[in-house]
């Protein structure tokens, strides 16, 4: 008799925790689609924003740029890039892709190590990936306009 039961009752408790499981990743998990943060104001005439595309609740790839008033984007700007580098030790086409590597290999447990040379800019980045993760938790792939602190 207690064979039986524990047959019976072993599926049905497995089945209860796998249920509960799976409620606790997809309320931590992070939605499939495209989701972008901006800036709210400009810094020194750029603004600076940030889009993922998640898939299966990964992030597969993402986009950190800034863009001014035209649309250009900055790190299409060799003018810029010549200038920055020989002060700083990097330029946009190079940080923009060392912060987005860090949100992929880290995921939504990421901390940004800043790059010297682009601190505001890595202070940006923190707060426009909140802003995306906070979108894909929720599945709202409107724009969310961050605020700095400036």
């Known amino acids: 008799m207690k064979k039986k039961a524990i047959i019976i ?3 049905a408790v497995l089945l209860i925790v796998v249920a509960v499981l799976a409620c606790y990743r997809n309320s931590r998990t992070i939605k499939d689609g495209y989701y972008t943060a901006e800036m709210a104001d ?5 603004r600076e924003y940030l889009c993922i595309q998640v898939k299966n609740g990964i992030i597969m790839s993402a986009e950190f740029n800034a863009k001014n008033d035209s649309g250009f984007i900055k790190s299409w700007d060799n003018a810029y890039m010549k200038n920055m580098n020989p002060i700083s030790g990097t330029y946009p086409n190079k940080y923009t892709r060392e912060y987005v590597q860090q949100l992929i290999d ?3 447990d990421m901390e940004v190590d800043l790059i010297t040379g682009a601190t505001e800019s890595g202070y940006h980045f923190k707060k426009l990936v909140a802003a995306v993760l906070e979108q894909a938790r929720k599945g709202d792939s409107k724009i969310k306009t961050v605020e700095s602190d400036n």
């Open 106 to 108: 880290g995921q939504e």
């Open 42 to 46: 400009t810094s020194y005439g750029w």
């Open 9 to 11: 009752i072993l599926p």
